[in-house]
């Protein structure tokens, strides 16, 4: 469900009553979050205009924001009907998994266009993470991708492709219009933050996560990669991979690691100085396919 944080102006869903149950406010009254739970089995504390509180479950509650929109999809509604990209990421589509990996999917539906024409709108996201799946509408997907978002580039990219129709195969084949030298930030800018991150954690806590710092060190690799050929590759092979599940099992030391990361990083920098990439990625282009989608699916 939606938080309620203090200070939320929210709609009792339920009549709000007094002592011997007398009614203070009809269902639909609007009151402000002046307490949220501490601790589980607690209830939030709401405020109504005349200074009267009463305390709710979280489901005898809504947002006044969200109680003003038109609501949820049709229930009739399944995405899983209209997906028209899917593929494996993660260590599977890396070359680095072991027996014990999970296999991660993700893909691209196309609302249809009753849904997309709605009042309710297409949702932009479906996400299972009990099932590691997670699927974007077209739309979203190609926002994401145009601004190197590196899950969705890497999507593009994945040697593990388990569904696609004609949307899906022409996104295949039109990918290279979302690689531009937005690479260079997303990639390099995001593995970067995130190394700070496992710094930190590592003076706070005094552990390092191996396997996450594996996958920035990939993730720098698949990015200088594109800056370098202009073609994102994904899965890593040869001397790279085995130093990468090294490090995953922690047997290289982490001054080492830093300092690969510390060589990647400056790589990066030389190669955007003699990059094939545009500067930025084909917006016309990928208009035109988000256009054509849409004329094909009805």
Known sequence: MTPLPAGSQVVALVPVRGSQSALVHP???????????????ERWLVRFPDGFEATFERAELELLKTWKEPGAPPEDFRFEEHIVFECVVGSRAYGLETEASDTDRRGVYQAPSRLLFS????????????????HWELRKFLVMALKANPNVLECLYSPLVTRADAVGEALRARRALFLSQLVFQTFNGYALSQFKLIERDQRNAGGIRWKHAMHLLRLLLSGLHAVEH?????????????????????EIPWSEVERWRRELHARFEQALTTTPLP???DYEGANALLLEARGRKG
């Open 279 to 281: 500067e930025r990625p």
């Open 27 to 41: 269902r639909g009254a609007v009151g402000i979050v002046t307490r949220t739970p501490a601790v589980p089995g």
């Open 230 to 250: 202009g073609e994102l590759e994904v899965r890593v092979e040869g001397s790279e991979r085995e130093r990468l599940l090294a490090v995953k099992r922690g």
């Open 119 to 134: 009042l309710y709108g297409a949702p932009e996201q479906f996400e299972d993470h009990a099932a590691q799946t997670c």
